[in-house]
């Protein structure tokens, strides 16, 4: 009996990205959950080819992952970028996802967690993002797959710790058990998305791109499995204070709450809750700090020297 449908092949690495890992050149990857899911439109768009262009300037080649029509790409280039902005009712496609979104033709902007498993899978050694996901508040059993796929995926994930709103104690600790290192960039403590400095602890302290990179590669050399968090604070003239982010994230996540949103809903839900009661304050920040980590990961890219 033949199938009802035919499985496609849906997975692609576009000729620039690919010829850039055969040469050996720096490469970033860069998800698409924020276009599609982590601001609105289109501030999403603007700021992800925003970020695109800090890895540029740095000398690296960013490659953008995200799904159209079943298809997984590794290096969208402008006109498929445009598409998946405009794209309607795109999925939130974490790694659990990509398979049964794939087979349904879907389009789709790719979290952390999948974009960490297609960056392994080209090849890319390094990622920038926003903030990882972790384990929500007074959910202990709610963990992002962020956090397995760190453990489970060689990449260097830029990033500016974890999104306020989660519980980071809680984060912190499973990522310790996982053996994900968490590098502080320039810092001694954790970032906290919107927050520059907590007094979260942090694994170790590198201070610029060489000694992110002598790490990673110490951790290659030794074998060691998984990927390594290098945690950037938001720039300082765009990050909020601890207390009045705290008072945002309460006051979102009991709107959250009453109105029933769970699942992977919840975190876009709050983050646009916060971006209303700061006044757009949020909104800024993000993009700020989203753009500082394009920039930052060019630049360990470059330091990797393409490895």
Same mark, same amino acid.
């Given at each position: 009996m033949s199938n009802a449908f035919q499985v496609p092949a849906a997975f692609t690495v576009a000729a620039p990205v690919a010829e850039a890992l055969?040469?050996? !050149?720096?490469?970033?990857?860069? @998800?698409?959950?924020?276009?599609?899911? !982590? /601001?609105?439109?289109?501030?999403? /768009? @603007?700021?992800?080819? *925003? =970020? $695109?262009?800090?890895?540029?300037?740095?000398?690296?080649?960013?490659?953008?992952?995200? =799904?159209? !029509?079943?298809?997984?790409?590794?290096?969208?280039? @402008?006109? @498929? /970028?445009?598409?998946?902005?405009?794209?309607?009712?795109?999925?939130?496609?974490?790694?659990?996802?990509? *398979?049964? $979104?794939? /087979? $349904?033709?879907?389009? !789709?902007?790719?979290?952390?967690?999948?974009?960490?498993?297609?960056?392994?899978?080209?090849?890319i050694a390094v990622l920038a993002t926003g903030g990882i996901g972790g384990v929500h508040r007074g959910a202990p059993q709610d963990v992002s797959t962020d956090l397995p796929a760190l453990a489970q995926s060689p990449v260097l994930v830029v990033a500016s710790g974890a999104k306020s709103l989660l519980d980071l104690p809680a984060t912190l600790e499973v990522l310790e058990t996982y053996g994900v290192p968490v590098l502080g960039y320039g810092t001694d403590s954790f970032p906290a998305f919107y927050v520059a400095v907590t007094e979260l602890p942090i694994t170790a302290r590198v201070d610029g791109p060489a000694q992110a990179a002598a790490a990673w590669r110490m951790a290659r050399t030794l074998g060691l499995p998984g990927g390594m968090l290098l945690a950037v604070p938001v720039p300082a003239e765009q990050a909020i204070g601890a207390a009045e982010v705290e008072a945002w994230v309460a006051a979102a996540t009991a709107e959250a709450t009453a109105a029933g949103a769970s699942g992977q809903a919840l975190t876009p839900w709050v983050l646009s809750r916060l971006a209303a009661l700061s006044g757009g304050r949020t909104l800024a920040a993000n993009r700020a700090l989203l753009v500082n980590n394009g920039a930052v990961a060019g630049r360990v890219a470059r330091a990797l020297g393409g490895t």
């Open positions: 055969a040469a050996g !050149g720096p490469v970033v990857a860069l @998800e698409t959950a924020v276009l599609t899911h !982590g /601001l609105p439109h289109p501030l999403g /768009l @603007e700021t992800l080819r *925003a =970020m $695109a262009a800090a890895v540029a300037a740095e000398g690296a080649l960013p490659a953008v992952i995200g =799904m159209l !029509g079943g298809q997984l790409t590794v290096g969208l280039d @402008e006109a @498929e /970028l445009a598409a998946l902005a405009e794209a309607g009712a795109p999925r939130k496609l974490g790694r659990r996802d990509l *398979a049964l $979104a794939a /087979l $349904a033709g879907a389009d !789709g902007g790719t979290t952390v967690s999948a974009t960490l498993w297609a960056a392994a899978q080209a090849g």
